[in-house]
């Protein structure tokens, strides 16, 4: 098995295009989470959990001191199954979430945040690969998890407190939605720190007020990119209308941001941290959208030309800081 190979199938499932699955409205689905039950979040703060992990040299802060909340959505684990949608209580699965993106994804934000990860019922991958009416009806009862945790969330948790929604591919598709419905003109968009919405379509024709933030400070926005490798034109179409946002110069800026930006990119060893090894620059796709070309000298992920499953190993460490300085500018305005 070669590297590139090796890497994607520690990080992700496989993409189980063949499988046959009854019709959607045919099926018995699994049983909605109940959200008042610790089981059914893969984290919750003040507990021990997968994004609690923090790497060698970082310092871990106790959630009683952290102001803001992040309420982060997962991507797709559900690789092949017998339903459209997983079913919350697949301890196997729910291993895969908690070792894979929560362990690199969500522990981003726990330097400054006290992170909420939902359990929901998952859409499988193929809903992305063919296009049936049935998947997006797979992807709509995912995201009536998403909204109930979020409601749960709100309800019970939030008490009026800043708030960061996160995600990666499936989950940013259901972010985007969740950012419509809860924040776009509405109220609650006055605790919104930002949103880190990565790795699927989003751009700001789809909001009516909610824009892509400009800048590194810039609050009450959202932040976007699919990565690839320099001179890779991909042709998936979730990639077509996106917008990105160069992460190393935290701008949409269409300048190189040289190496000497990058503070830190992650492997699969969660404890070695590759500074200064990364450029990247916005490319225009040829679809109507931009994408983000990435030069990266750390291993494994210099082998990838399609680095969807790296866009937060990439920019690991640029994020940990932005969050933090996104936060206290949000603090200075409010």
């Known amino acids: 098995m070669n590297i590139r190979l090796l890497f994607f199938v520690l990080c992700f499932p496989a993409v189980a295009l063949a499988q046959r699955l009854k019709p959607f409205d045919t099926e018995t689905h699994y049983p909605a989470p109940d959200y008042s039950l610790e089981q059914n979040w893969s984290a919750l703060p003040f507990r021990t959990d997968a994004a609690d992990k923090i790497p060698k040299g970082q310092t871990w802060i106790s959630d009683s001191l952290k102001t803001v909340d992040v309420f982060y959505i997962h991507p797709t684990m559900y690789g092949k199954g017998k339903k459209w949608n997983a079913d919350v209580a697949n301890k196997k699965l729910n291993r895969k979430v908690d070792n894979k993106p929560v362990r690199y994804q969500a522990t981003v934000f726990n330097e400054s945040c006290r992170v909420y990860a939902p359990r929901y019922r998952q859409a499988v991958v193929k809903v ?49 939605r ?18 880190y919405a990565i790795g699927f379509t989003i751009n700001d024709s789809m909001y009516t007020t909610l824009r892509m933030c400009k800048d590194a400070t810039e609050t009450g926005c959202y932040i976007s990119w699919m990565s690839y490798k320099k001179g890779y034109e991909p042709t998936i179409k979730w990639s077509h209308k996106t917008q990105s946002l160069n992460p190393l110069l935290w701008s949409l800026s269409k300048d190189l941001a040289v190496k000497d930006y990058s503070l830190g990119s992650m492997t699969l060893n969660f404890n070695k941290k590759y500074p200064k090894k990364t450029n990247a620059i916005i490319h225009d796709n040829g679809y109507g959208g931009t994408i983000l070309w990435v030069e990266t000298k750390v291993p494994l992920l210099r082998l990838l030309k399609d680095m969807h499953i790296i866009d937060y190993n990439l920019f690991w460490y640029d994020i940990r800081k932005n969050v933090k300085d996104r936060i206290a500018n949000f603090k200075m305005e409010n």
């Open 128 to 176: 992305f690969y063919e296009d049936l009416p049935d998947g997006e009806k797979a992807l709509d009862l995912a995201y009536e998890d998403v909204k109930a945790a979020f409601d749960y969330y709100l309800k019970n948790y939030n008490n009026g407190r800043p708030i960061i929604i996160a995600s990666h591919s499936q989950g940013t598709c259901h972010s985007r």
């Open 178 to 195: 969740l950012l419509k419905d809860y924040f776009d003109g509405k109220e609650l968009s006055k605790q919104l720190v930002a949103a």
